[in-house]
């Protein structure tokens, strides 16, 4: 049993099986995720527009000290 309902949730997921039971539709699931998308823009922007880019950490390669390599001297 836990494996048919295993094998109905990854099609459920993948979108093969139409779930009747949800009360979104497919254009509405479409339109959700455009619109958290604009929403992901327009974050992006703000943190562009008030310099807190740069306050982000260095990372690898940005010139920082780096530990010596193993069987290094």
Do not use: F
């Amino acid at each position: 049993m836990q494996a048919r309902s295993g094998a109905l949730d990854e099609l459920l997921a993948s979108g093969a099986l139409t779930d009747l039971t949800s009360t979104n539709d497919d254009i509405q699931a479409q339109l959700d995720k455009a619109s958290s998308t604009s929403d992901i823009d327009a974050q992006l922007a703000a943190l562009k527009n008030s310099g807190s880019v740069s306050a982000l950490p260095a990372g690898p390669g940005d010139g920082a000290a780096s530990a010596p390599a193993p069987g290094g001297n």
